[in-house]
């Protein structure tokens, strides 16, 4: 009998240190329902939705130019009103991906909700002579001031690693 219970717990081990491998060694099928949030992040964002902060001021300053120099039509106006105004939405959340401290995220924060106000009001306005105004014109002047102050705080992007020396 003394056998028969040893044989009992060698097997009961062998069973565990064969579940413990299993686990281990990921032999679980994968759940064909499961995506990754950042995967599944990446496929719904629009085509304007920037990469980075660097990259939302960039495009906060060029379409705010294009909105403000008179010389989009009408349908091509709405587009990049409602596509600035998703960028000036986004910049908070890109900007907490930064190194920004704390202050310096709050005052860009109320800088895109001053910004996001006037670009809602020349959308539900819906006419040209509203979005040409000077009223719009100044925020988007004092936002960029602001947005580009915010951005010179934050270290240069990397550079490329190989060097001029070593391309033909």
């Not at 130019?65 to 000036?88: C, E, H, N």
């Not at 939405?89 to 995220?105: K, S």
């Not at 996001?116 to 988007?140: F, I, K, P």
């Amino acid at each position: 009998m003394v056998i028969k219970t040893h044989r009992g717990f060698e097997q009961v081990g062998a069973t565990l240190l064969l579940l413990a491998v299993m686990c281990v060694s990921g032999c679980v099928t994968p759940n064909p329902d499961y995506v990754d949030a950042d995967e599944e992040k990446s496929h719904s964002l629009p085509d304007h939705h920037p990469q980075t902060f660097r990259r939302a001021v960039v495009d906060i300053g060029q379409r705010g130019d294009a909105l403000t120099s008179g010389m989009l039509d009408d349908a091509s106006l709405k587009i990049q009103l409602r596509q600035l105004l998703d960028i000036v939405r986004w910049l908070p959340e890109l900007a907490a991906e930064t190194d920004l401290g704390r202050r310096d995220w709050e005052r860009l924060n109320d800088t895109a909700q001053s910004l996001a106000r006037e670009l809602n009001l020349s959308a539900s306005a819906g006419q040209r002579s509203t979005v040409d105004d000077a009223a719009l014109s100044a925020v988007m002047v004092n936002a960029m001031k602001n947005l580009v102050e915010i951005d010179a705080l934050l270290p240069a992007d990397i550079l490329p690693t190989h060097s001029l020396e070593e391309q033909p």
